[in-house]
C-alpha cells in the first residue's frame, strides 16, 4: 500500500507540472489575516493571502474542524465559511498569467435546505461577471457531503476574479480547497488535407485543377502557402492563381475549411515537382509533394477525352457524347460524370464509366426514364442510365472526370438561371482538348431534338488557320487612382489578346505563342494583360478587364490583337483600328479621373453626367444574373457568406435567397413601375439601384415614393436573430427607410434620375416633389426634397463607397453622387456665382439655375456658419430671378450668401456659399495748420469734400516712418485735433482724409 501511494504522488506531482496546477487548501495560519473582527467571527474584510493568489469578502468567518450539529467543520484545518445573507459576495484574484479551468469545494453548513449562490468569474476587472454554476440545495444532492464545482475560463488576462455571491435569501455554505490551472496558450496548428496524382497538361494550357482542403487553430499570424517552380494555386475556386497565397485567420485565431486550387501553370515544358508548403509562426509547417509533367503540343490529336455533344430535348431525351481522339485506345474505367443541380451546391450523382474506347470514336450515354417513347433510342447509345448525372434540365452543369480529377465542363456552375435548356450543343471540330472553362463559342447550338450523336467531325490537322480579318475596336479605358477599367468591341477572332506598356510602343505578338495573361501590372514594360475569347458571366457576354497596380497620374497604352486558333497554332491579326491602340491616365486622386469630362451646372452638369454613365455603363445584367451579382455588391464585410439587406441592415447568409417569407429578393429601390421598365436591361438590372431586400419588407416597401412620416413597420417574420421593429415608416403612398439608410436611398435615386435621359430608353426618369408620383406608370419619383434632405444629413460612408468601387468593378459605371456628394447641390440648387458691382457698402449677388425649381430663396449673413443673417435676408423669397443686389454693408467686410431651392412642396438643401469682400474706403491726402496751443499741439485740417472721417500720421524726421497716432489724441471738432506736446523736441505730421 505505501509503494502504491508513492506512485499515486507522483503521478500528482508530474500532473502538476505538466498544466501548473495549483490548489490553495485554506490551512496555513500564517497567510490568514483577520479583518475588523477576529477570524472566527463572520466580516466582509478577512483575507486569505498565497503568492498570486487572494481571497476576501463575505461576510465569512475562518472555521477550523470543530463539527457543529453534528455536521463537520474543515475540509482540512481551515475552510470559509459563508454566512446566510444575501449580501453575501466572496472571491477571488488570482494575479498570475491567467487561467483555463479552476475548482471549489463547497457543502452546507448544517442541514439547513435552502443555500442559494452563484458560482461567477470576471476578466475585466469586475465590470462583467460570467456565470458558472448555481450553488442550491438540488446542486449540492441535497445533502452536506463536499461537492465540487467546476469552471473553464481560458483566458490569459493577469487578473482573474472568481466569486460565490449570494442570490436573494440563503443559507450558510462551507468553502474549501480552491484548485487552478494556469493558463497555456494553445499551439497553432495548421491541417491539411489532400490526395494530389500526377499533373499533366501540354504547354501553354494550364493543366486541370485539382482540389484540397487546408485548415487551422490558434495561430497569430497569417497562414502563407508557396508553391513550386510551374505550379500556382487559388483560394477562390479557381477565378485567381498566383504562385503563392495568404489565408487570413478570424479574430480567435482559426482559419475554417477552406478549398484550395491547384494546377501546372503550363508555361514551360518538362517535369515539374516539389513541395507545397504551409506556414505560419509557432505552427509545424505542412509540406505535401506534388508533381506534374509539361509536354510539347502532340499535333493532331487531342489531349484527352472530352464531351463532343449535349442533348436536353423534349421530355426524357437526353444525353451525352464523349469523344476520344488521343490516337490511342483509352481504358473508361478512370473516367465518370457529375452534375451540378440547378447551378447549386457540390458535384455530385457521380456516374463512373467502364469499357474501352477506341481512338476516333465516341462513346454515347443516353438517359432512361419512363416509357421507351420518352427517350433516345438509337444503336449508337452506349450506355442507358437513369442515373442522375444525366438528369440535367437546362441549368445543371455536368463535368468528366478523370481520376477524379475534373477535366471538361459544359455549362455554367452556380447559375440558377437556364444556359442550355431545349438545344442540342455539339463541339465545334478545331476543339483538341478538355477545358472547365465554358465558352459557347466552343460550340454549335441546334434546336431541340436535332441530333448528331454516333460520331464526331474532328478537326485533327487544321490546313492554314488563318489570322481574322476584322480587329478589336474601340478600346475605352475608365481610370481610378492606381486601376484602370478597359472596355472593347470584339473583332471576328475566335478570341483576342490585350496588351499594355506606359508608351505607345508594342511588339507584334508572334503567330504560335500563346502567352499567358495578367492583369495586374508588374510596373514596367509591355505586359499581356488579358487572352481570352469574350467571357460570358452568367450567360452575358462581357468584354473588358479589370488592371490593377498602377501608379496614380500616369498614361498607360493599350492594344488588341484579334487571333485564331491556340496554343502552337494561334494565329494573330496585326492591324491597327479605331480606338486601337489607345490610352487612358490614372488619376491624381481616388475616382477623380473618371469624372475627367464631367461639367457644367445645372441642367449641363447633368446633361455631363448622363452621358458619362451611359457610356461607361458597359455590362448590362439579365434580371436573373442579379442573384449572384447582388451577393458580390451587397457582401457583409463582416461575413463573406452573407449580404446586407437594404431597409433592414439585417446580415443573412447569400444562399437564403428567393421568395420566402425570411428570404432576401431582389428590390428595385426605384420601382420598376414608375416608368414601366419591369426587369429588363438596362434600368430593370441596374446595380446602382438593385439591393437585397427581406421579402416581406420588399413587399411591403411595394412602389411606394420616399418620404417622411407614417406608421412604424413592424415586420411580422424577420430573420431570426433580429426584431421585427425596422426603424421604417409608411402609409398608403410613401416610406421613409431606417436613418442609416436614407442617405443610400437618395443617391440611388438621383443616380437613376440622371442615367436615364431617354437617350438609349424609351424612358425618362425625373424626380417629382410630389408623392403617388406614377399613378399611371409615370416614370416619375418623389419626393425630391425629401430626397436632397437625406443625402445631406446621412453622407457616403464606407460601405457605400466599397458597394460603389464592387459595382464599377462589374457594371463599368459609378454612382457620382456617392464620389461627389456636391454634384447634388450643383444640379437641384441655385450656385452662388462671382459676385457683381462690388462697393464699399454693396454687392450684387448671382447665381446659376438648377433644374425643377419653382422658388428660390435667399440668405445673406456676415457668419460663414449663419448664426445670424443680415435684416431681411434669413429666407428671402427671390422668385426665379438670378441676382439681386445687397445694400447698407459695411466698408471692408467679408459678407457670405447661399440659396436653396423651393420645389413643389418642400425645400432643397442649401447651396455651396458665395462669398465677397466690400472694398475699403480709399485715403485722400489733405494739408494741415499746426500750432501749439497750451501744452498741446493743435492741427487745423483742410477740410475734403465727401469725407468721413480723418487719419493723422506722425513721424520724428521728415522722410522717417510715418505711423498713425489718430488714437492717441482726440478730435475738438471735425477738422481739429490736438495731441499732448510730451517731451519730444520736434514732429513731423501727415493727415489723410476718409471718403
Known amino acids: 500500500m505505501p509503494h502504491k501511494i508513492s506512485i499515486l504522488f507522483c503521478l500528482?506531482?508530474?500532473?502538476?507540472?505538466?498544466?501548473?496546477?495549483?490548489?490553495?487548501?485554506?490551512?496555513?495560519?500564517?497567510?490568514?489575516?483577520?479583518?475588523?473582527?477576529a477570524l472566527g467571527s463572520y466580516a466582509v474584510n478577512h483575507v486569505y493571502a498565497d503568492g498570486l493568489f487572494r481571497a476576501t469578502g463575505g461576510p465569512a468567518l475562518r472555521q477550523t474542524t470543530t463539527a457543529q450539529d453534528g455536521f463537520p467543520g474543515a475540509f482540512g484545518t481551515y475552510a470559509w465559511r459563508l454566512k446566510d445573507e444575501a449580501t453575501v459576495d466572496w472571491r477571488m484574484t488570482i494575479s498570475s498569467g491567467g487561467v483555463d479551468d479552476f475548482n471549489v469545494k463547497v457543502r452546507r453548513w448544517d442541514s439547513s435546505p435552502s443555500p442559494n449562490y452563484n458560482l461567477e468569474y470576471s476578466i475585466d476587472g469586475g465590470t462583467n461577471w460570467v456565470f458558472v454554476s448555481l450553488i442550491d440545495n438540488a446542486s449540492l444532492g441535497n445533502s452536506s457531503a463536499w461537492t465540487t464545482f467546476t469552471g473553464q475560463i481560458e483566458s490569459s488576462v493577469n487578473n482573474v476574479l472568481i466569486r460565490i455571491k449570494a442570490n436573494g435569501a440563503t443559507e450558510r455554505i462551507m468553502v474549501d480547497d480552491f484548485t487552478w490551472t494556469s493558463y497555456a496558450a494553445p499551439t497553432p496548428e495548421i491541417v491539411v488535407q489532400s490526395s494530389f496524382v500526377p499533373f499533366y497538361t501540354v504547354a501553354l494550357t494550364p493543366s486541370p485543377a485539382q482540389t484540397y482542403t487546408i485548415s487551422a487553430t490558434h495561430l497569430t499570424e497569417n497562414l502563407a502557402i508557396s508553391v513550386p517552380q510551374g505550379f500556382e494555386v487559388s483560394t477562390d475556386g479557381g477565378v485567381n492563381y498566383s504562385s503563392s497565397a495568404?489565408?487570413?485567420?478570424?479574430?480567435?485565431?482559426?482559419?475554417?475549411?477552406?478549398?484550395?486550387?491547384?494546377?501546372?501553370?503550363?508555361?514551360?515544358?518538362?517535369?515539374?515537382?516539389?513541395?507545397?508548403?504551409h506556414s505560419s509562426a509557432g505552427a509545424q509547417t505542412i509540406s505535401i509533394p506534388v508533381s506534374g509533367e509539361v509536354s510539347h503540343p502532340t499535333s493532331g490529336y487531342a489531349t484527352d477525352l472530352f464531351f463532343s455533344e449535349y442533348v436536353e430535348g423534349n421530355s426524357f431525351r437526353k444525353a451525352l457524347e464523349i469523344?476520344?481522339?488521343?490516337?490511342?485506345?483509352?481504358?473508361?474505367?478512370?473516367?465518370?460524370?457529375k452534375k451540378q443541380t440547378n447551378g447549386v451546391g457540390d458535384w455530385g450523382s457521380e456516374l463512373t464509366l467502364s469499357g474501352t474506347l477506341p481512338d476516333n470514336d465516341v462513346y454515347v450515354i443516353a438517359y432512361t426514364s419512363g416509357s421507351s417513347g420518352d427517350y433516345i433510342v438509337e444503336d449508337y447509345v452506349d450506355l442507358y442510365t437513369s442515373s442522375y448525372a444525366l438528369s440535367f434540365n437546362g441549368n445543371d452543369a455536368v463535368r468528366l472526370y478523370k481520376n477524379g480529377v475534373p477535366i471538361d465542363q459544359i455549362g455554367i456552375e452556380n447559375q440558377v438561371a437556364d444556359w442550355g435548356k431545349d438545344v442540342t450543343l455539339v463541339r465545334n471540330p478545331d476543339i483538341s482538348s478538355p477545358s472547365l472553362v465554358y465558352q459557347l463559342s466552343d460550340w454549335i447550338v441546334y434546336p431541340m431534338d436535332e441530333f448528331y450523336l454516333g460520331s464526331h467531325n474532328f478537326n485533327n490537322n487544321p490546313p492554314g488557320i488563318v489570322a481574322p480579318t476584322v480587329q478589336t475596336t474601340n478600346l475605352q479605358g475608365a481610370p481610378a487612382n492606381t486601376s484602370i477599367s478597359l472596355n472593347w468591341t470584339p473583332g471576328n477572332g475566335e478570341k483576342r489578346i490585350v496588351v499594355m506598356n506606359t508608351v505607345n510602343s508594342f511588339s507584334a505578338p508572334v503567330n504560335g505563342v500563346d502567352p499567358i495573361a495578367n492583369p495586374v501590372y508588374s510596373g514596367a514594360g509591355e505586359q499581356v494583360i488579358y487572352n481570352s475569347a469574350t467571357v460570358y458571366i452568367e450567360g452575358e457576354e462581357v468584354n473588358s478587364v479589370y488592371i490593377q497596380g498602377l501608379n496614380p497620374n500616369t498614361v498607360y497604352w493599350f492594344r488588341a490583337y484579334e487571333a485564331n486558333g491556340t496554343g502552337s497554332s494561334v494565329v494573330?491579326?496585326?492591324?491597327?483600328?479605331?480606338?486601337?491602340?489607345?490610352?487612358?491616365?490614372?488619376?491624381?486622386?481616388?475616382?477623380?479621373?473618371?469624372?475627367?469630362?464631367?461639367?457644367?451646372?445645372?441642367?449641363?452638369?447633368?446633361?455631363?453626367?448622363?452621358?458619362?454613365?451611359?457610356?461607361?455603363?458597359?455590362?448590362?445584367?439579365?434580371?436573373?444574373?442579379?442573384?449572384?451579382?447582388?451577393?458580390?455588391?451587397?457582401?457583409?464585410?463582416s461575413n463573406n457568406?452573407?449580404?446586407?439587406?437594404?431597409?433592414?441592415?439585417?446580415?443573412?447568409?447569400?444562399s437564403h435567397n428567393g421568395a420566402g417569407t425570411t428570404e432576401w429578393n431582389r428590390e428595385h429601390t426605384w420601382s420598376k413601375s414608375h416608368g414601366d421598365f419591369g426587369e429588363t436591361r438596362p434600368a430593370g438590372t441596374d446595380l446602382h439601384h438593385m439591393r437585397p431586400c427581406d421579402a416581406t419588407v420588399n413587399s411591403s416597401k411595394s412602389n411606394k415614393d420616399f418620404d417622411l412620416g407614417g406608421n412604424l413597420y413592424i415586420d411580422g417574420s424577420p430573420y431570426p436573430g433580429y426584431p421585427s421593429d425596422t426603424g421604417n415608416y409608411t402609409t398608403s403612398t410613401t416610406w421613409e427607410p431606417r436613418d442609416a439608410d436614407k442617405g443610400d436611398v437618395a443617391r440611388m435615386i438621383m443616380y437613376m434620375a440622371v442615367r436615364y435621359e431617354g437617350t438609349d430608353t424609351s424612358y425618362n426618369l425625373e424626380l417629382v416633389d410630389y408623392v403617388d408620383s406614377s399613378p399611371d406608370y409615370e416614370p416619375y419619383y418623389g419626393k425630391l426634397s425629401t430626397l436632397l434632405q437625406w443625402h445631406a444629413s446621412d453622407p457616403p460612408d464606407a460601405w457605400e463607397a466599397r458597394r460603389n468601387d464592387r459595382i464599377h468593378e462589374r457594371q463599368g459605371n459609378r454612382n457620382p453622387f456617392v464620389d461627389h456628394?456636391?454634384?447634388?447641390?450643383?444640379?437641384?440648387?441655385?450656385?452662388?456665382?462671382?459676385?457683381?458691382?462690388?462697393?464699399?457698402?454693396?454687392?450684387?449677388?448671382?447665381?446659376?439655375?438648377?433644374?425643377?425649381?419653382?422658388?428660390?430663396?435667399?440668405?445673406?449673413?456676415?457668419?460663414?456658419?449663419?448664426?445670424?443673417?443680415?435684416?431681411?435676408?434669413?429666407?428671402?423669397?427671390?422668385?426665379?430671378?438670378?441676382?439681386?443686389?445687397?445694400?447698407?454693408?459695411?466698408?471692408?467686410?467679408?459678407?457670405?450668401?447661399?440659396l436653396r431651392s423651393f420645389f413643389v412642396d418642400g425645400y432643397s438643401m442649401y447651396s455651396p456659399l458665395g462669398r465677397v469682400q466690400t472694398t475699403s474706403p480709399e485715403p485722400v491726402a489733405t494739408t494741415a495748420s499746426i500750432q501749439v496751443s497750451g501744452t498741446n499741439v493743435e492741427l487745423a485740417i483742410t477740410a475734403v469734400s465727401g469725407a468721413s472721417s480723418y487719419k493723422i500720421y506722425a513721424s520724428d524726421e521728415p522722410y522717417g516712418e510715418y505711423l498713425e497716432v489718430t488714437s492717441q489724441g482726440t478730435f475738438n471738432s471735425a477738422t481739429t485735433w490736438q495731441i499732448p506736446l510730451g517731451d519730444r523736441p520736434r514732429r513731423f505730421y501727415k493727415v489723410m482724409a476718409i471718403r
Do not use: C
Not at 469523344?323 to 460524370?337: C, M, P, R
Not at 428671402?876 to 467679408?894: D, N, Q
Open 572 to 637: 494573330y491579326m496585326t492591324a491597327t483600328a479605331t480606338g486601337n491602340p489607345v490610352s487612358a491616365t490614372t488619376a491624381n486622386n481616388q475616382y477623380t479621373g473618371y469624372y475627367t469630362s464631367v461639367s457644367g451646372i445645372g441642367a449641363s452638369l447633368k446633361s455631363s453626367l448622363h452621358s458619362l454613365l451611359r457610356t461607361t455603363h458597359t455590362t448590362q445584367y439579365s434580371y436573373d444574373a442579379l442573384w449572384t451579382q447582388l451577393k458580390y455588391t451587397d457582401e457583409d464585410p
Open 246 to 277: 495568404s489565408l487570413i485567420p478570424v479574430q480567435d485565431g482559426s482559419v475554417s475549411a477552406t478549398q484550395m486550387s491547384l494546377r501546372l501553370t503550363g508555361a514551360a515544358e518538362g517535369s515539374f515537382s516539389g513541395n507545397v508548403s
Open 323 to 337: 469523344f476520344n481522339g488521343t490516337g490511342e485506345a483509352v481504358d473508361l474505367a478512370v473516367y465518370s460524370i
Open 12 to 37: 500528482v506531482l508530474l500532473q502538476s507540472l505538466l498544466w501548473s496546477q495549483t490548489t490553495i487548501n485554506f490551512d496555513d495560519p500564517a497567510k490568514w489575516t483577520a479583518g475588523s473582527v
Open 641 to 654: 457568406d452573407n449580404i446586407i439587406e437594404i431597409y433592414t441592415g439585417w446580415s443573412v447568409p447569400k
Open 821 to 898: 456628394p456636391e454634384y447634388a447641390q450643383m444640379i437641384w440648387t441655385p450656385v452662388p456665382q462671382q459676385a457683381a458691382s462690388v462697393s464699399q457698402t454693396s454687392f450684387m449677388a448671382t447665381w446659376s439655375v438648377p433644374i425643377s425649381a419653382t422658388a428660390y430663396y435667399l440668405q445673406v449673413s456676415a457668419d460663414s456658419l449663419f448664426g445670424s443673417y443680415l435684416n431681411g435676408y434669413s429666407n428671402l423669397f427671390v422668385g426665379t430671378t438670378t441676382s439681386r443686389t445687397i445694400s447698407g454693408l459695411a466698408p471692408g467686410t467679408r459678407y457670405f450668401w447661399r
